[in-house]
């Protein structure tokens, strides 16, 4: 019972590279969100898909692409990294919208 | 839209004293509010969360939270602090809406001493 699968877990980047963060869950939910964790800023809400077939920006969603590729996996994609994207990323999901949230291990990513 | 305020960017205890860590929320319908923990280089647990029921909500390892809608507050306690809750605290609350948005505060990290 894996719950919510990040990968990779650990990403050093150079400035310009492209990448795909993988999140895959097996707890059958609706929704999956992508969030990304900065010091003193808490978690701010990339994107989001309150279900299969449909995706919508969130807060800061600048620099970044997401796939709703079927209910159990959401990817979130960074086709020209900057150093401003250096962070921790973290995907969630919820079965629907008044129960909490599970969350993944989280993924570093450094942009040099 | 909703939003949340943690009060205290940092607070610092000793071992076996009481716990505050104060949250504010606004929004315009009855929310449904959470707190989560994050010890460090982990991913967030959920302490808690009231989503309409008892407006005193109790959660793991002893916390508890009381959903105080006059005052649009939703603060965590906890009777003695232990070592391992050193940690960073989110309060959350849940976009009313379809999209089943979490928007977090800022955090609180609690220190304790021994």
């Known amino acids: 019972n894996a719950g919510v699968t990040q990968t990779p877990k650990f990403q050093v980047l150079k400035t310009g590279q492209s990448m795909t963060l993988q999140c895959a869950q097996d707890m059958n939910h609706n929704s999956m969100y992508w969030y990304r964790q900065d010091p003193g800023m808490g978690l701010r809400l990339i994107y989001y898909s309150a279900s299969e077939g449909t995706t919508d920006k969130g807060e800061v969603p600048n620099g970044y692409n997401v796939s709703r590729l079927n209910k159990r996996e959401f990817s979130l994609r960074l086709e020209s990294a900057a150093p401003s994207q250096t962070s921790v990323y973290f995907c969630a999901t919820r079965m629907t919208t008044n129960t909490e949230a599970f969350f993944g291990q989280g993924t570093r990513l450094t942009v040099v | 839209a909703q939003s949340v305020t943690q009060l205290d960017s940092h607070v610092s205890v000793s071992e076996g004293t009481p716990v505050l860590l104060r949250c504010n929320y606004s929004s315009s319908y009855s929310p449904s509010l959470f707190w989560y923990v994050q010890h460090p280089n982990k991913g967030l647990q959920l302490l808690l969360k009231y989503t309409s029921a008892a407006t005193l909500v109790k959660g793991i390892n002893g916390f508890e939270a009381e959903f105080k809608k006059s005052e649009t507050s939703f603060h965590l306690t906890k009777p003695s602090a232990h070592m391992s809750d050193a940690a960073e605290y989110f309060c959350?609350?849940?976009?009313?809406?379809?999209?089943?948005?979490?928007?977090f505060g800022q955090g609180t990290t609690l220190q304790v001493k021994p």
């Open positions: 959350v609350v849940s976009d009313s809406g379809n999209t089943g948005k979490l928007i």
